[in-house]
């Protein structure tokens, strides 16, 4: 089974600074999707920035961009210039192929982001 | 194009009752999948339904159920509501495989 282990709980970060978030996984599989998805206190969760295995780039979404490093098997994300409006969980994770085609994602336990104006 | 709608947006039930979740995705997305999120196990699949078919159920006993309409719209149900099934419960949509998922606002759900 796959894991996702995010080690830190909360994060400080002043505004305007960079900040990033770990995430370390655990797969056999050869081909993989790693994601991360930032949840507000309004409880959505919002995508926010998707890596394939064999994607030779890291993935970049604006302010957002994936650190990948295949041998080590982590999918930090980077935030750059926080803004207030980051405060919130963020939470990674991986797809997950079970049987008859359906697919589910597996979350670690996320990271509180705090940015301090 | 609007997003994922969970209604109600909360909801306060008591123990031994039964409440059913619904779940609008997406137009034009057939994959609906529920997930669950409490402060102790974080977020966990609940199941997957695809053109009104349920292809995948996580580890959750019988008394979690669902279905999905030939609208795509889903409904979720949980007979004999115990205090652990207090959560907030998360609907999500996508076009097709290998698609990311786009998620509701979820549905607070407090068992007394």
């Known amino acids: 089974a796959q894991k996702i282990t995010q080690t830190q709980p909360g994060m400080f970060v002043q505004e305007k600074e960079a900040v990033t978030l770990d995430c370390t996984y655990d797969?056999?599989?050869?081909?993989?999707?790693l994601f991360w998805y930032k949840q507000p206190s309004s409880g959505e969760m919002i995508f926010l920035i998707y890596?394939?295995?064999?994607?030779?780039q890291n993935a970049t979404e604006g302010r957002y961009s994936l650190n990948f490093q295949k041998a080590r098997k982590s999918a930090n994300l980077v935030i750059s210039a926080s803004q207030l409006g980051d405060s919130a969980m963020y939470f990674c994770a991986m797809r997950e192929l079970t049987q008859g085609g359906s697919e589910k994602l597996v979350f670690g336990k996320g990271t509180k982001l705090t940015v301090n104006p | 194009k609007a997003g994922v709608t969970q209604t109600p947006r909360y909801l306060i039930k008591t123990r031994g009752q039964q409440v059913t979740l619904s779940c609008s995705p997406i137009s034009g997305h057939r994959s609906v999948s529920w997930y669950q999120q409490t402060p102790g196990q974080g977020l966990q699949f609940l199941f997957e339904?695809?053109?009104?078919?349920?292809?995948n159920k996580g580890n959750f006993p019988g008394r979690f159920s669902g279905r999905q309409f030939s609208n795509s719209r889903s409904e979720m149900n949980v007979s004999t509501l115990e205090l652990g099934d207090s959560a907030l419960y998360l609907c999500a949509s996508r076009v097709s495989a290998n698609e990311k998922l786009f998620f509701g606002s979820g549905t607070q759900l407090s068992v007394l």
């Open positions: 797969t056999s599989d050869q081909s993989y999707g």
């Open positions: 890596q394939g295995s064999y994607d030779e």
């Open positions: 339904y695809f053109s009104e078919t349920q292809r």
